[in-house]
C-alpha cells in the first residue's frame, strides 16, 4: 500500500490564494461565464452547494420516484450518473417521459463554446450523457458549437481562433459516438451565414423583439459596458432549442418565409451543467408568447466536475494542471493525478491506518464515480478508504488506470474522425430516427385520467396531472409541517 500524499503545491497555492480573503467569507457565484465556490471566514474554499442553488432557482431535485419512472417508461436503468446523482436537478423532466409514452417526437439539444483546442474529461460529461440519451429515445439532436459567443465574451480570443477551435472540439464530440443519422452539429458562424437558417433567424428576431434590456441584464449580470453582441446571443443560445429553428431535419422546406406550427409544438430537452440554466430559464419564460408558441424546454442539470485541486474548484481550459485533457497522454495523466489530485487521506500512514480517510473529498474516488461503472467496486473502496484499509497511493492507482482507459478509448476513436467526417455532421438535411415504437398512452388518455382524478378527489400536481400515492404523502406531510409552523407563529404572537 502507498503512503497517503500531502497536499500538492498546487492545492496549497489555491489555499494560499483563498486566505487573502481572510475575515470575510463569500457566497458561491454560480452563472454561465464565471463560476466561483463559497469560502469561509477563514478564506477556506468550500465545496458547491449544489440543493442552495437548486432552491436559489427553483429546480427540482431528481428523486428515486422519478428514476423508477424513468425505468418503467424507457426500460432502460438509469444512467450512473443519475444513480449516483451527479445529474441531480431537472425541469419538467417528466413532460418529457409523457410525451415518449405517447410516441410523440422531441428534440434532444445541448452545445459548446470552444475555447481551447481540446476539450477535458469535464467538458465530455454533458455529450456522454447527451449520447446515451439519444440512444435510449432513439431521437433527433442538434448541437450548437457557440464560436460567435466565445469571441463576443473572451476578450483576447479572435474569431480566426474560435473557429478552430470550435472545429476541433467538433470532431472530439463526433469520438464520443453519436449517430450521424439523427445528429446535426453546427458552429454558428457557419450555419448562420448558410442560407438553412431563415427560420432560426426569424425566430431569434421574434424571441429579440419579447426580451428587454432588463431582463437579459437580470438574468446574466449585464451592465452598461457589456457589449451589445452579448445581448444579442443570449436569444440565439434561447431559440437553438426551438424545433421550428431545424426544418430540414423534418425534410420540411427551410427556403419558404413562413414557420411550421407543428414543429414550433415539438417539446425539446437540454442537458447542461447547471451554471447554464440562466439562459434557458429566459427561454421558457417567453416560449409561449411566441406567435407560434413552443413549449418549456425541459432541463436535465449536471454538477461539476471538480478540479484536480479539490472542493470547490472548476476545470479550466486556461490551467492545465486543473483537468485531464482528452489529448493528455498516459505519462500526462499519471503526472497530474499523482501530483495535483486533492486527497482525502491523512497527513500520515499511521493516522491514515488509525482514522481513515474520507472519500467524499477525494479527487480521485470523485473521478471513480464518474467513469467506473462498478457500483459494488465503488462501495468498497469508499468503504476501506473511510477503515483506514486502502490508501491514498492506492485510490489514485485505480483512477489512473480508469482515466487512461478512458481517455485512450476515446483517442481511438478521435483519430478515424475527418474533416469530410465532420463536413458531413455539418451539413443540414433531413435526420432518421425511430423514437417511441409501441406508445402506452394518448392525450385523450391523460386527459380522461385527469378528469377521473378530479371527481375522485384526488389533488393534481403543478403540471396539473394526478398526484401519486407517494406524492399525496409528501404534500400531506408538507401541509401538516406548515400547519404547525403557523400554530407555533400564532401562539408568539
Not at 460529461?125 to 464560436?147: G, S
Not at 481513515?356 to 459494488?376: C, H, K, M, R, S
Not at 478512458?406 to 443540414?428: G, I, S
Request: net charge negative; hydrophobic share 35%.
Amino acid at each position: 500500500m502507498a503512503e497517503p500524499e500531502p497536499p500538492s503545491v498546487a492545492a496549497l497555492s489555491l489555499a494560499e490564494t483563498a486566505t487573502q480573503s481572510v475575515g470575510k467569507a463569500t457566497e458561491q457565484e454560480i452563472n454561465p461565464w464565471d463560476v466561483q465556490a463559497a469560502t469561509d471566514e477563514h478564506g477556506n474554499v468550500l465545496e458547491f452547494d449544489y440543493e442552495a442553488i437548486s432552491r436559489k432557482w427553483a429546480t427540482k431535485l431528481i428523486d428515486q420516484a422519478l428514476l423508477d419512472r424513468f425505468e418503467r417508461v424507457t426500460g432502460h436503468k438509469p444512467h450512473r450518473w443519475l444513480r449516483r446523482g451527479l445529474f441531480f436537478s431537472h425541469r419538467d423532466l417528466e413532460h418529457i417521459l409523457d410525451t415518449y409514452e405517447r410516441g410523440e417526437d422531441f428534440l434532444l439539444y445541448t452545445g459548446r463554446g470552444p475555447s481551447s483546442g481540446s476539450m477535458h474529461i469535464g467538458h465530455t460529461i454533458p455529450f456522454e450523457f447527451t449520447k446515451w440519451f439519444q440512444d435510449v429515445f432513439d431521437v433527433p439532436l442538434v448541437i450548437m458549437m457557440t464560436d460567435d459567443e466565445k469571441f463576443l465574451f473572451k476578450e483576447n480570443l479572435t474569431q480566426p481562433e474560435v473557429y478552430g477551435y470550435a472545429r476541433e472540439n467538433a470532431k472530439d464530440i463526433i469520438a464520443i459516438g453519436f449517430d450521424i443519422k439523427k445528429t446535426f452539429l453546427y458552429i454558428d458562424s457557419e450555419f448562420f451565414t448558410s442560407g438553412f437558417n431563415r427560420h432560426f433567424n426569424l425566430n431569434a428576431t421574434e424571441f429579440e423583439k419579447l426580451v428587454t434590456n432588463n431582463q437579459v441584464r437580470g438574468a446574466f449580470g449585464f451592465h452598461g459596458s457589456t457589449n451589445i453582441g452579448s445581448n444579442a446571443f443570449a436569444a440565439k443560445q434561447c431559440v437553438a432549442a426551438f424545433a421550428s429553428s431545424y426544418p430540414f431535419i423534418w425534410g420540411q422546406d427551410y427556403k419558404t418565409y413562413h414557420r411550421d406550427a407543428k414543429l414550433a409544438s415539438i417539446p425539446c430537452i437540454i442537458p447542461c451543467a447547471i451554471d447554464q440554466d440562466p439562459y434557458f430559464r429566459l427561454v421558457r419564460e417567453n416560449s409561449s408568447r411566441m406567435d407560434q408558441p413552443s413549449p418549456k424546454p425541459a432541463l436535465i442539470h449536471s454538477k461539476f466536475l471538480t478540479a484536480l485541486q479539490g472542493a470547490g474548484g472548476k476545470m479550466s481550459a486556461s490551467n492545465p494542471n486543473t483537468a485531464i485533457y482528452m489529448s493528455d497522454t498516459d505519462k500526462q495523466i499519471k503526472n497530474k493525478i499523482n501530483k495535483h489530485a486533492f486527497s482525502g487521506g491523512q497527513e500520515t500512514l499511521e493516522l491514515h491506518k488509525e482514522k481513515g480517510g474520507n472519500p467524499d473529498i477525494d479527487v480521485a474516488y470523485q473521478y471513480l464515480t464518474y467513469f467506473d461503472d462498478d457500483d459494488e467496486k465503488l462501495a468498497k473502496f469508499a468503504d476501506d478508504y473511510r477503515k483506514g484499509i486502502m490508501m491514498t497511493g492506492d485510490m489514485k492507482k485505480e483512477c489512473i488506470s480508469v482515466m487512461m482507459e478512458y481517455v485512450n478509448k476515446f483517442r481511438e476513436a478521435r483519430e478515424k474522425v475527418t474533416e469530410e467526417l465532420l463536413d458531413q455532421f455539418m451539413q443540414p438535411r433531413k435526420l432518421d430516427w425511430k423514437g417511441n415504437q409501441n406508445p402506452t398512452k394518448t392525450k385523450a388518455s391523460e386527459e380522461k385520467n385527469e378528469e377521473k382524478a378530479t371527481e375522485e378527489g384526488v389533488p393534481l400536481g403543478e403540471d396539473g396531472k394526478p398526484l401519486t400515492k407517494n406524492q399525496q404523502k409528501k404534500l400531506l406531510k408538507q401541509q401538516e409541517v406548515e400547519r404547525k409552523k403557523r400554530e407555533k407563529e400564532a401562539a408568539k404572537k
